[in-house]
């Protein structure tokens, strides 16, 4: 007969396997004898084995008690059952390793390869990286809501980089957002930047291009995209008081406002 720690040391498994097994009904615990000691025989150590086995098999603690009274046919069936969950759940491990690869890659976990090499770009111009994480979280809320439609934005998106205006407005927002917000000269560079961001959209309107939102059908995220900046810097709720005050609702579409603020 043996003690609780011959029965484990025997079974490959720790004293508070066999106590935990005991708790949850696995294995039965038998009484104490006039020593005070419970003692096991050789079933306990055939059960403990068996437990064991399965357990390092993958099946869940859960399962073992069925399959250990299970006859052969159930316990084959059973078995099938267990094993096709864990294909499953290796499937799904196994497509979270790939994401937590990408994880390396930065945005392309969650983007496409045209708006990561456009983020890319905006890098190499010298684009301060709170801009470009800025950037990349508006694209997420766009990728978000038109998957399929992205891929046709960015040739557009490169283009306006060749417009000095455009490289010059992601200037000024890089020196906005790594200014301190009590700087005497940020009403400046807000009235500057709004400048500069009613040029561009009036050049636009005046050539026809389509507001975007109206395009898509759906101007959930560009308003996203406003509450985004707001939130990320205060300052940005000021911006958009002054786009309104030079007509247009905001920067992220080219919708202008019915009656301009007077």
């Known amino acids: 007969m043996l003690t ?3 029965l484990a040391a025997y079974a490959g498994v720790t004293v508070r396997a066999v106590r935990h097994y005991h708790q ?3 294995l039965p615990e038998p009484a104490r004898d006039d020593s005070g000691y419970r003692r096991y025989g050789a079933t306990a150590v055939v059960a403990l084995i068996k437990i064991r086995t399965l357990a390092n098999a993958g099946v869940p603690l859960a399962r073992i008690g069925q399959l250990l ?3 052969e046919s159930s316990f084959a069936e059973a078995v099938e059952g267990i094993d096709s969950q864990l294909r499953g759940e290796i499937d ?5 390793r790939k994401q937590i690869a990408q994880l390396t890659a930065g945005d392309s976990l969650m983007l496409p390869p045209e708006v990561t090499a456009y983020l890319d770009r905006l890098r190499e111009m010298g684009v301060a990286e709170p801009v470009v994480q800025g950037e990349r979280d508006g694209w997420i809320l766009l990728e978000a809501r038109w998957p399929d439609r992205i891929r046709e934005l960015m040739p557009e998106k490169f283009a306006q980089l060749d417009d000095p205006r455009q490289v010059q407005l992601y200037r000024l927002i890089s020196q906005l957002v790594e200014s301190d917000p009590s700087d005497a000269g ?4 807000l009235v500057e930047l709004a400048d500069l961001m009613a040029g561009l959209l009036e050049q636009a309107y005046a050539a026809g291009e389509a507001d975007i939102g109206e395009a898509m059908g759906d101007a959930l995220p560009f308003e996203l995209m406003h509450g985004l900046a707001v939130e990320t810097d205060p300052r940005a709720r000021r911006l958009l008081e ?3 005050e030079r007509g247009w609702a905001g920067w992220t579409r080219l919708e202008r406002l019915a009656e301009p603020p007077g």
């Open 4 to 6: 609780i720690g011959q």
């Open 24 to 26: 949850i009904g696995l």
């Open 69 to 71: 009274e299970a006859d």
């Open 92 to 96: 799904r491990l196994e497509t979270s």
């Open 186 to 189: 940020g009403e400046s560079r």
């Open 242 to 244: 002054l786009m309104r």
